[in-house]
């Protein structure tokens, strides 16, 4: 397989290259995009991990590579440009810290009880804007309301993509994203405030 480009329409470009011949699937596919936008896939993976509590234990590196590993084994999907592949990776990505939460989670339930006091409680608790699991919930309630709105939030929240990027993934015009991001946000902010 040729060496894929380095700018992003190149990537697309290539992909498409790719697709017409029917090679834009499989193992060397993948492995190509993640070495042309493995800086990409760090960065997506530091803002989502900018939302998490300070003290976690995956690292932004850490992050990208189970993001990779988990979407290498996915012969089947066919790239079609650069911002599918990283909509895939971010949706990869927060799938796995919602994981990694709950696992988290479940193995402070099974710990030995100690008792604290009111000044510790206050200490270890998380503030509500770094609970990816409240987040993961209501963005799934939410796209029992509008699965299109939702699917903009994950891509501009959690993956960091811009508007035009998104728009592009999608298939929907610019305004569409900023309507659907606007509605998104305020039914999100409303949700989260009850919780």
């Not at 017409?20 to 997506?44: I, P, V």
């Not at 728009?167 to 991001?181: F, Y």
């Amino acid at each position: 397989m040729a060496d894929a480009p380095d700018s992003p329409l190149q990537i697309t470009d290539w992909l498409r290259s790719l697709a017409e011949r029917g090679l834009a699937s499989g193992a060397d596919a993948s492995s190509a995009l993640f070495q042309q936008l493995y800086d990409e896939l760090r960065r997506m993976a530091r803002s989502h991990l900018r939302r998490e509590d300070p003290g976690h234990t995956l690292s932004a590196t850490g992050l990208a590579h189970e993001a990779w590993f988990r979407m290498a084994g996915q012969d089947r999907t066919e790239w079609k440009n650069r911002a599918h592949f990283l909509a895939v990776a971010s949706t990869m990505m927060r799938r796995i810290l919602v994981n990694h939460e709950l696992a988290r989670r479940a193995a402070k339930r099974d710990a030995e009880r100690v008792l604290l006091t009111g000044d510790e409680l206050a200490a270890i608790g998380l503030p509500p804007d770094r609970d990816i699991v409240a987040v993961h919930d209501a963005l799934a309630a939410f796209e029992q309301v509008d699965e299109r709105a939702a699917r903009v939030v994950e891509l501009r929240f959690f993956g960091g993509l811009e508007n035009d990027e998104v728009a592009e993934v999608l298939g929907i015009s610019l305004a569409t994203v900023k309507r659907d991001w606007a509605l998104a946000r305020a039914w999100l902010a409303r949700e989260l405030a009850v919780r």
